[in-house]
């Protein structure tokens, strides 16, 4: 390699580390950053590298936000970007860690420390350090403190910090009264910010807050709401319900997870840490102590099963046009009935849910013949009113070439709200605690658990029409309205026969 080669090299590597923060930590740190970076550290190092004053970040639990406030503060220092920076953690000793990480790599990562020349300074303890830019020949002052240490009128050599980092500042005990969490926000979203350097005078100036959800009024949420703040959510699983890392966990393993919050009865929580999302309990119509769950069905024949099916109509132009966002999804639901011989108590089964977004007839159809196949269903249930009519035509054609027959009873749908139909029909079920669901039907549990706070309610709907009418079937009654119609039938008349 000719002389100064390597130089040239390792010049055009900063340049292109300076617009690429992710390439920056996987080249600079290969000890912190093991994995490949998922889509949402992009997002979260667009955001950190961006214009913006003022970002939040309200990441799930385990997605890695401490690291890359390190590596951020790392890229800020690296490139003299701040002359004085403030980390804010729950506690000093919180803090603390980061300001330590940062003086192990002035000290021991000589591929960063010498590439931007960087060494300690005349401080270099662990709540407070110098680092000292040899290229821009400044001191660069890093500050550890707590929530509720000395935050307000920081000023170092006549320079207020030009960034705030907030890491986690709140855990279940100050958040929670309405008392502490006005207090904490009151920290955060005033003095604190207020500390920050003036754009005038540091233009690059930022304030990061980052936290796990804990609470619907807690901070997080409400630099969530207020316009002022540049804020993102990242749940751990993405749109379209694939786990947002999958180098660090598979969907399968995640979903497996989540199932066992489930059976514990723990989705809020789940739902809360994971996928940041709060369910109140004052706001759903459903209560998630009677939902009962089923590991093993009893015996095929002694189930009486009902479809449904909550259909979606072809796209307006409109909604092809904007890819289907915001559309409704066709949903098929199978739910069993099945009464105890001793006891005659009753106990209904949701077998299986099929959803899909947007409108697919030969979908329809297929899983249509699939769940047939499946269940041997007593009969489907579909509205007979505007597109459910077109539907129930399809599937009774199609039955009619394959051979394969089972009765759809089409039904005109009340007058009252759908809100009121579901409700009614779910909660009388869930009432006498007779309602069981899989663990793995994870999307019908939260549904149940939110509602009516759903973005979407057709798998919710279309179980709670299967509900109803399992949940009113009556074997008796059943066997005498078949009998009744027998009595209509003609007798059978063969000219010839025997008598």
């Given at each position: 390699?000719?002389p100064g080669?390597?130089?040239v090299q390792?010049s055009e590597?900063v340049?292109?580390?300076?617009?690429?923060?992710g390439?920056?930590?996987e080249?600079?740190?290969p000890?912190t950053?093991?994995?490949?970076?998922?889509?949402f550290?992009r997002?979260?190092?667009?955001?950190l590298?961006?214009?913006?004053?003022?970002?939040?970040?309200m990441?799930?639990?385990?997605?890695?936000?401490?690291?890359?406030?390190?590596?951020?503060?790392?890229?800020?220092?690296?490139?003299g970007?701040?002359?004085?920076i403030?980390l804010?953690g729950k506690?000093q000793?919180h803090?603390r860690?980061s300001?330590?990480?940062l003086?192990k790599?002035?000290?021991y990562?000589?591929?960063?420390?010498?590439?931007?020349?960087?060494?300690?300074?005349?401080?270099w303890?662990?709540e407070?350090?110098?680092i000292?830019?040899?290229?821009?020949?400044?001191?660069?002052?890093v500050?550890?403190?707590?929530?509720t240490?000395?935050?307000?009128?920081?000023?170092?050599?006549d320079?207020?910090?030009?960034?705030?980092?907030?890491?986690?500042?709140?855990?279940e005990?100050?958040t929670?009264?309405q008392?502490?969490?006005?207090?904490?926000?009151d920290?955060?979203?005033?003095?604190?910010?207020?500390?920050l350097?003036?754009?005038s005078e540091?233009?690059r100036?930022?304030?990061?807050l980052l936290?796990?959800?804990?609470h619907?009024?807690?901070?997080?949420s409400?630099s969530?709401?207020?316009?002022?703040?540049d804020?993102?959510?990242?749940?751990?699983?993405?749109a379209?319900?694939e786990?947002?890392?999958?180098e660090?966990?598979?969907?399968?393993?995640?979903?497996?997870?989540?199932?066992?919050?489930?059976?514990?009865g723990?989705l809020?929580?789940?739902?809360?840490?994971?996928e940041?999302?709060?369910?109140?309990?004052e706001l759903?119509?459903?209560?998630?102590d009677?939902?009962?769950?089923?590991?093993?069905?009893p015996?095929?024949?002694?189930?009486?099963?009902f479809?449904?099916?909550?259909?979606?109509?072809?796209?307006?132009?409109?909604?092809?046009?904007?890819?289907l966002?915001?559309?409704?999804?066709?949903?098929?639901?199978?739910?069993g009935?099945?009464?105890?011989?001793?006891?005659?108590?009753?106990?209904?089964?949701?077998?299986?849910?099929?959803v899909?977004?947007?409108?697919d007839?030969d979908?329809?159809?297929?899983t249509?013949?699939?769940?047939?196949d499946?269940?041997?269903?007593l009969?489907?249930k579909?509205e007979?009113?505007?597109y459910q009519r077109?539907?129930?035509?399809l599937l009774?054609r199609a039955?009619r070439?394959?051979?394969?027959?089972v009765?759809?009873?089409?039904?005109?749908p009340e007058?009252?709200?759908?809100?009121?139909?579901?409700?009614d029909?779910?909660?009388?079920?869930l009432?006498?605690?007779q309602?069981?669901?899989?663990?793995s039907?994870?999307?019908?549990?939260?549904?149940?658990?939110?509602?009516?706070?759903?973005?979407?309610?057709?798998e919710?709907?279309a179980v709670a029409?299967?509900v109803?009418?399992a949940?009113?079937?009556n074997?008796s009654?059943?066997?005498?309205?078949?009998?009744?119609?027998?009595k209509?039938?003609?007798?059978l008349?063969l000219?010839?026969?025997?008598?």
């Amino acid at each position: 390699m000719e002389p100064g080669h390597e130089q040239v090299q390792m010049s055009e590597m900063v340049q292109l580390c300076a617009v690429d923060s992710g390439l920056y930590g996987e080249f600079f740190f290969p000890k912190t950053v093991r994995q490949k970076s998922p889509p949402f550290h992009r997002l979260m190092d667009e955001k950190l590298d961006g214009p913006s004053r003022q970002v939040s970040f309200m990441v799930f639990r385990g997605g890695a936000k401490t690291t890359k406030v390190r590596l951020y503060l790392s890229k800020r220092i690296a490139y003299g970007i701040s002359r004085t920076i403030m980390l804010v953690g729950k506690s000093q000793d919180h803090s603390r860690r980061s300001v330590e990480w940062l003086m192990k790599q002035v000290e021991y990562n000589r591929l960063w420390a010498q590439t931007f020349q960087l060494r300690k300074g005349d401080k270099w303890a662990g709540e407070e350090i110098e680092i000292y830019h040899g290229a821009e020949d400044i001191p660069i002052r890093v500050i550890a403190v707590g929530i509720t240490g000395s935050t307000r009128g920081v000023n170092v050599d006549d320079y207020r910090p030009d960034l705030i980092v907030i890491d986690d500042p709140c855990d279940e005990e100050n958040t929670a009264t309405q008392e502490q969490r006005t207090k904490t926000e009151d920290l955060i979203l005033g003095s604190l910010k207020n500390s920050l350097a003036p754009a005038s005078e540091a233009p690059r100036a930022k304030i990061v807050l980052l936290q796990t959800l804990l609470h619907p009024s807690d901070v997080i949420s409400a630099s969530d709401s207020d316009p002022s703040w540049d804020s993102v959510r990242i749940s751990i699983f993405d749109a379209n319900g694939e786990s947002a890392w999958p180098e660090r966990w598979t969907t399968e393993t995640l979903k497996k997870e989540k199932e066992g919050y489930v059976v514990r009865g723990k989705l809020a929580l789940w739902s809360r840490e994971m996928e940041c999302k709060i369910v109140s309990g004052e706001l759903s119509a459903f209560r998630m102590d009677l939902v009962q769950y089923w590991e093993v069905l009893p015996d095929r024949d002694e189930l009486v099963v009902f479809l449904s099916v909550d259909p979606v109509p072809p796209p307006s132009e409109k909604a092809l046009m904007n890819g289907l966002k915001g559309n409704d999804s066709e949903a098929w639901a199978a739910v069993g009935v099945w009464i105890d011989p001793y006891s005659g108590v009753k106990k209904v089964y949701v077998l299986e849910t099929r959803v899909m977004k947007g409108h697919d007839p030969d979908w329809s159809i297929k899983t249509f013949f699939e769940m047939l196949d499946t269940w041997h269903p007593l009969r489907v249930k579909v509205e007979s009113v505007a597109y459910q009519r077109t539907l129930k035509w399809l599937l009774e054609r199609a039955m009619r070439a394959k051979g394969k027959y089972v009765m759809i009873d089409d039904h005109i749908p009340e007058r009252r709200k759908k809100t009121y139909r579901i409700i009614d029909s779910l909660g009388a079920c869930l009432g006498e605690r007779q309602l069981f669901l899989h663990p793995s039907q994870s999307s019908l549990v939260e549904a149940i658990q939110d509602y009516p706070n759903v973005s979407h309610d057709d798998e919710i709907e279309a179980v709670a029409v299967a509900v109803q009418e399992a949940f009113s079937w009556n074997g008796s009654t059943q066997i005498s309205n078949v009998i009744e119609a027998e009595k209509s039938y003609p007798d059978l008349f063969l000219p010839e026969a025997c008598p």
